[in-house]
């Protein structure tokens, strides 16, 4: 264990530093200490108030009067610096508009019925078959080598190939949606340097062009996909939604929608590899309710948006500690998901918890994940399918454990070297 993790457990806790790369990478040493020690914990670096308890998390997720998911400062540049070079370039763009995730109701509802319908569980059952043909492809393309990058080669793959069908974007564009979920991905982390930001900048730059030409394409000669859906769409008689309404929409299905589903597909694996047990009973017992028990406690063990902000719109007192008006604020919904409070035994990977469903991976309130339904038809479909075709899951010899990105937001492997036999 690194220097700085192992002073996270005995430090006094107004010296933890929550933004540390190694402590984002790393956090459940940290979650427990201020689950226990300080469940509203201001760090003193970033000012950011940091609430860690799973009835907190939830008692603020369901209270967007108290907790605005409006930032000041995020709501003009797609991309938040202040670096000329960043600005001139961006202004060529188009400004960032706050939609969904960055907004509040009623504004956030109106936005959320232009693609609720197309995110609908009954919607999606035609996409069953899809994504297990999308697997199996994934599968036949490494199953000889008997190894591969897991991360790179079916978690990032899947969730982007579904999301591109249902969009509405071409699969030789596929690189590029991958390029440009990357580029929103850096930006969120924060952690990229100046080199960094301006190439997220030139990248986001593009994604705006490309989808504009698209939209563009989608109101003169409409097809069946999202895109048409939501540049379309006029709901209850309100002007169509403009080009920078659409381009939020658009980044936010696809920001929240991929590096999470291929987090958690990821992880998943990982924690079969880390948790034989487990791995024993889904091998055993391959049945659509054991995969889906699988699923969910991946979703609750590795949470992959971990964090969100929310702002205060009041004076808020909790746990002794007084919130200002207009503070920041984390709704640390991985950390909830580690509660022991709620979840008996926390930290232990357990398929068979008898509250399985309690998670907030996916958020609650009105907020709660557009893509849930969707993001479990792909980790259902995706295992099920690893199961058919693999067997005995390891990492491929000589590897290192791995590793994850330090990120405030996200909490996701770095890779996964997989091995495995063919069934
Ligand atoms: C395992 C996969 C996923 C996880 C863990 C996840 C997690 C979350 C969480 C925690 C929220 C609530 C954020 C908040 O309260 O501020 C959220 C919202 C959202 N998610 Fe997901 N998500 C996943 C997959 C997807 C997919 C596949 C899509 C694509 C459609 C998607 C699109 C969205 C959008 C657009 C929102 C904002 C909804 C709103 O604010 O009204 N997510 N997600």
């Known amino acids: 264990m690194s220097e700085i993790l192992e002073q996270i457990k005995t430090c006094p806790i107004d010296e933890i530093m929550p933004m540390h790369p190694e402590v984002l990478a790393c956090p459940a040493l940290m979650n427990r200490r201020l689950r226990e020690e300080a469940p509203v914990f201001q760090d003193p670096m970033s000012g950011i108030f940091f609430i860690s308890r799973y009835a907190d998390v939830v008692a603020m997720a369901q209270d967007h009067q108290t907790f605005s998911s409006v930032m000041p400062g995020t709501t003009t540049r797609a991309v938040n610096s202040d670096d000329q070079e960043v600005v001139d370039l961006l202004e060529q763009g188009y400004p960032n508009v706050p939609t969904m995730l960055t907004q509040d109701p009623p504004l956030q509802r109106r936005y959320r019925k232009f693609v609720d319908g197309a995110f609908s569980p009954s919607n999606l059952k035609a996409l069953e078959p899809y994504i297990e043909q999308i697997s199996n492809e994934l599968i036949d393309a490494f199953a000889d080598a008997g190894q591969c990058e897991f991360l790179n080669d079916f978690g990032v793959p899947l969730p982007l190939k579904v999301i591109a069908s249902q969009i509405g974007v071409p699969l030789e564009d596929l690189p590029l949606l991958r390029k440009w979920t990357e580029a929103f ?165 357990n398929i068979m918890r008898d509250n399985l469903k309690d998670h907030v991976a996916f958020g609650k309130g009105v907020h709660h994940c557009l893509g849930a339904a969707l993001a479990r038809r792909e980790m259902n479909g995706g295992f099920k399918v690893l199961f058919e075709r693999l067997e005995n899951f390891r990492l491929q010899p000589g590897a290192i454990e791995p590793q994850f990105a330090p990120n405030a937001l996200l909490h996701g492997l770095i890779g996964l070297p997989l091995a495995f036999d063919v069934r």
Request: aromatic residues 6%; glycine residues 4%.
């Open 185 to 349: 991905i850096g930006n969120l982390s924060q952690q990229l340097d100046r080199e960094g930001t301006l190439q997220a900048a030139k990248d986001i730059l593009e994604f705006q062009h490309y989808f504009v030409e698209k939209m563009e394409e989608r109101r003169r000669q409409p097809e069946d996909d999202i895109l048409s859906k939501v540049v379309n769409a006029s709901i209850d008689g309100e002007k169509p939604l403009d080009n920078a309404e659409c381009l939020s929409m658009l980044s936010q299905i696809l920001v929240a929608g991929n590096e999470t589903t291929a987090g958690s597909l990821t992880e998943g694996i990982w924690l079969l590899i880390e948790n034989p047990d487990q791995y024993e009973l889904v091998r055993n017992d391959p049945s659509p309710e054991m995969i889906s028990r699988l699923v969910e406690e991946v979703l609750r063990y590795s949470s992959p948006s971990s964090n969100m902000f929310r702002r205060t719109t009041r004076e808020v007192e909790l746990h002794g500690v007084t919130i200002p008006e207009n503070s920041v604020c984390f709704a640390r919904f991985a950390s909830a998901n580690q509660d022991d409070a709620q979840f008996a035994d926390a930290m232990t990977f």
